[in-house]
């Protein structure tokens, strides 16, 4: 007889039993690569809360303008394929405008969802194309949003209707009924409209609501060395929990060069990059400070872990806006500086592709100064975690089920050879840690690849051959 059978099982019957396995270890992990996270200041959208966005993401609408929203334009700029950001602050207010019925009685309190400055105006008219009445909310001279609603005696009803549903940015309230109608004004302002605070307590606030977005580079809207700290100290909580994500700061010209330096050395961190001077864009807007960081830190983010930023070029850019002289290019990198310079042709490029990483501890090599070894390394971290994840509680903690886990480490070693971000690798058990319980401990090696950054020739000339 023929039948199914569970591990440890012994039959009675005589006969042929099967049970099914799971071959192979299952998909191995991507990675998680051009993605930025960022803390801005705006006139409007949602406080503290993660917003996501993709380059089509129309930032001036979520966000508005005249800020520092542009933080996540340049990140975009810098080669994102999607972003994560928050609008920090608390406190302010929204902008309302209450409109009168027929008779000049209040009948409707439309306000803003969100506080800030941000400058509405509204209109009230009958429709150009129907029966019906329609709501316009301008800013500026451009129409924001648009509801219609019944001319039905009972306008204050079918306006706070159209609105509730018609849009997420504005509230409508009711006010009383009056005499069933609204009446006509034009390009009314929306009044009171308050910007939050946003002190270091509040950027903070926007750090923890990041806590659990996965990202490969932070920026923040300020130059602000003490919230610069409070990002270092972030970085390394989220770290050490499992997140991978660098961040990308900077200081303006205003502050000495050598102060600059000082504190880009102070930070000391390969998680840190800080980019030292500044340039001026071929439309005459001069990057620098934490505008500069964001484009640079959109870069950091999308470049490929099997290449370098080394001698990248930054688009857009005409000029530098800060020139180094040899000295203090050699000094900044030494200071684990992030470098402008120009090459031949007179584009503002990346000296070098380095964090702020000087003096490595006695777990780090020299590779981890740099972005390029910095991002491989942190890749294989991530794609092998992804990929082990999976196979958390389903498999036994026998030597099968650890071979199953090597295999799947050697599987995401492979895949990265392959892509030319890892020369070889290798994955074993740790004999000093045996397995034990539900617990079991692994070594991987792998060697990295760098980018040639450093060609040393020998010329060898003689006056003529020898006779």
């Not at 909310?137 to 306008?155: M, Q, S």
């Not at 502050?255 to 600059?260: E, G, K, N, Q, V």
């Not at 990346?350 to 490595?360: A, D, H, S």
Request: glycine share 10%; net charge negative; proline share 3%.
């Amino acid at each position: 007889m023929a039948g199914t059978f569970i591990v440890g099982e012994r039959k009675i019957r005589p006969g042929v039993y099967q049970r099914r396995y799971k071959t192979g270890t299952g998909p191995i992990a991507g990675a998680r690569n051009g993605v930025g996270l960022g803390l801005i200041r705006a006139n409007w959208g949602p406080l503290n809360t993660v917003v996501d966005f993709t380059p089509d993401t129309n930032v001036n609408r979520i966000f508005g303008s005249g800020n520092t929203e542009n933080l996540i334009t340049e990140m975009f700029n810098g080669g994102l394929t999607s972003g994560h950001f928050v609008r920090i602050g608390t406190g302010g207010a929204a902008p309302s405008v209450t409109l009168k019925d027929g008779s000049e009685a209040d009948a409707v309190k439309i306000t803003g969802a969100y506080v800030g400055d941000r400058a509405f105006t509204v209109s009230i008219r009958d429709s150009l194309i129907g029966a019906g009445r329609e709501c316009i909310i301008y800013e500026g001279t451009t129409e924001f949003c648009r509801v219609t609603f019944a001319a039905d005696g009972k306008e204050a009803d079918g306006l706070v209707a159209a609105i509730t549903e018609g849009t997420k940015d504005f509230i409508a309230t009711k006010v009383d009924d009056g005499d069933g109608t609204l009446a006509e004004i034009t390009q009314e302002p929306l009044t009171g409209g308050e910007q939050p605070t946003a002190t270091t307590t509040e950027y903070s606030a926007g750090l923890d609501a990041l806590y659990s977005t996965d990202g490969n580079c932070l920026c923040v809207d300020t130059d602000d060395v003490s919230v610069h700290a409070l990002v270092q100290a972030w970085i390394d909580r989220i770290y050490s929990n499992g997140s991978y994500t660098m961040a990308c700061l900077s200081e303006p010209k205003s502050i000495a060069l050598d102060t600059r330096m000082q504190h880009a050395a102070a930070y000391n961190d390969e998680k840190i990059i800080y980019v030292l001077n500044s340039a001026t864009s071929s439309a005459g807007v001069k990057y620098e400070g934490w505008l500069m960081a964001a484009r640079i830190g959109g870069m950091i983010a999308s470049v490929a872990t099997n290449l370098s930023l080394t001698h990248t070029v930054i688009s857009g850019m005409a000029s530098l806006a800060e020139k180094l002289t040899p000295s203090e290019i050699e000094t900044a990198l030494q200071r684990g500086c992030l470098v402008l310079t120009t090459n031949t042709a007179g584009q503002v490029w990346i000296e070098q592709g380095i964090n702020t990483l000087i003096t490595p501890d006695g777990n780090m090599d020299e590779g981890w100064k740099k972005i390029r070894r910095c991002k491989t390394r942190f890749e294989l971290m991530q794609r092998t975690g992804d990929t082990l994840d999976a196979l958390i509680g389903k498999i036994n903690n026998d030597p099968d089920g650890r071979a199953t886990i090597i295999a799947a480490i050697k599987g995401v070693i492979s895949r990265m050879v392959g892509e030319k971000k890892l020369l070889q690798g290798d994955a074993y058990e740790d004999e000093t840690n045996p397995a034990q319980g539900d617990s079991a401990w692994f070594i991987v090696e792998v060697d990295d690849i760098d980018s040639v950054e450093f060609i040393y020739l020998a010329y060898r000339f003689r006056y003529a051959p020898d006779a």
